[in-house]
Nanobody, 115 residues
Framework: QVQLVESGGGLVQPGGSLRLSCAAS????????MGWYRQAPGKQRDLVAT???????NYADSVKGRFTISRDNAKNRVYLQMNSLKPEDTAVYYC?????????WGQGTQVTVSS
């Protein structure tokens, strides 16, 4: 099992920034990739960004140039730096961790972009 704990969500004004953090513990050996997804009310959960064990990154078109995903292998953490936030970025953001044994999800952290 892998346990994931997200932090860093909150309320921010349009144009502002937030940094999400996800800490992993448990059976995290043989990690393939990790990343962030988000789910707005009444919508499906969508990919935001992922990063592989070789540090290859992938972003949703809607966040390219504004969001940056990074990882700290020593701390077993993945981060999402979100800049130039827009009201449409409002959602619950979920950390995702893929190992040889399967994929795991965090509980989610709310991000609200509003004036």
């Amino acid at each position: 099992q892998v346990q994931l704990v997200e932090s860093g969500g909150g309320l921010v004004q349009p144009g502002g920034s937030l940094r999400l953090s996800c800490a992993a513990s448990g059976s995290i050996f043989s990690t393939y990739a990790m990343g962030w997804y988000r789910q707005a009310p009444g919508k499906q959960r969508d990919l935001v960004a992922t990063i592989t064990d070789t540090s290859h990154t992938n972003y949703a078109d809607s966040v390219k140039g504004r969001f940056t995903i990074s990882r700290d292998n020593a701390k077993n953490r993945v981060y999402l730096q979100m800049n130039s936030l827009k009201p449409e970025d409002t959602a619950v953001y979920y950390c995702w961790w893929q190992t040889i044994r399967g994929g795991y999800w965090g509980q989610g952290t709310q991000v609200t972009v509003s004036s």
